[in-house]
């Protein structure tokens, strides 16, 4: 069974495959949380809540 | 203008499903058919504002976005080029700022206009109606705001699957990662929701079990449905979310 996740709390998403960051509508960034892309995923999602 | 992209299986009981869509093109670049497996297609025409729906047979495999942009009338952009694949048994996170509409995907998948949230098991008339909805009804979507009414967990299990065992229900419980270690599954059972007073997260719980024991989907959509939980909770309850092996349909 394949899975949607849909979360605002990046700490909780250790566990899956893939993270994909949203904004405005596009896809910003992808990539694994253990990987070293899991920097710039946070980056984003931070940067987007101070932004908000 | 994009498609979202399905892959679905083949059966022979599917042909029942097949609609006459000639007056729809199909989508451009479609993965080929291989082994028992054709396409189902999901159309969001921006301009429009509707979501067309093109389907072979009711059982899924994956989805796959190719380039999918979808709007409002009054011109607000929701979503713009998104492409993604999610096949077979991958888990796929979806994160993103408050308000940006990251549950637009999943819900254009699942056949619902973003912002539109039903109940997850009440199936409209439309869905009756129309088989090409089918494909829909493999796509399980747990909402934000769980909706249980009041009464016990297992008349709230019942609503989900009049004709559930004692057993099947029981291992609907013990799936639960919430449950309390003191609570044994039958007085958990009996227990009245309106008498407990629960706070958000244990409904959510049980909700989200119920959602799980109607059916058992190729795609689960977790929107936010563990959100009102503790981190670790969160997490052990969302990767415990794997279809249960029960009888009901």
């Given at each position: 069974m394949a899975m949607i996740l849909i979360s605002h709390r990046l700490r909780s998403l250790t566990w899956v495959d893939r993270v994909i960051v949203l904004d405005s509508g596009t896809i910003v960034a992808e990539g694994h949380m253990k990987s070293s892309s899991a920097i710039v995923l946070s980056t984003r999602v931070s940067t987007n809540r101070e932004e908000g | 203008m994009g498609w979202l992209r399905s892959i679905a299986y083949v059966t022979?009981?599917?042909?029942?499903?097949?609609?006459?869509?000639?007056?729809i093109q199909g989508p451009r670049g479609c993965l080929p058919a291989r082994g028992g497996f054709t396409k189902c297609s999901i159309r969001s025409d921006r301009r429009r504002h509707r979501t067309i729906q093109k389907i072979d047979s009711p059982l899924m495999e994956g989805i796959e976005c190719d380039r999918v942009t979808f709007g409002y009338p009054s011109g607000q952009l929701v979503l713009s080029d998104v492409s993604f694949r999610l096949k077979g048994a991958e888990k796929v996170a979806l994160v993103g700022r408050s308000g940006r509409k990251v549950d637009a995907v999943p819900s254009l998948c699942a056949n619902r206009r973003p912002r539109c949230r039903p109940h997850p098991h009440r199936r409209t008339a439309a869905s009756r109606v129309h088989p090409q909805n089918a494909a829909a009804e493999r796509l399980l979507m747990c909402p934000k705001q769980p909706q249980l009414f009041s009464g016990t967990i297992r008349q709230n299990l019942l609503y989900a699957n009049a004709e559930a065992t004692e057993g099947e229900m029981e291992r609907v419980i013990e799936a639960s990662a919430t449950l309390a270690a003191s609570q044994s599954t039958t007085s958990w059972l009996e227990t009245a929701l309106a008498r407990m007073r629960w706070d958000l997260g244990r409904r959510e719980a049980a909700a989200g079990n119920r959602s799980r024991s109607t059916r058992q989907p190729s795609v689960l959509i977790l929107d936010e449905s563990t959100s009102a939980l503790d981190l670790p909770t969160s997490t052990r309850s969302s990767r415990r979310s794997q279809p249960l092996e029960t009888t009901w349909r």
């Open positions: - | 022979p009981s599917s042909s029942r499903y097949r609609q006459p869509w000639s007056s």
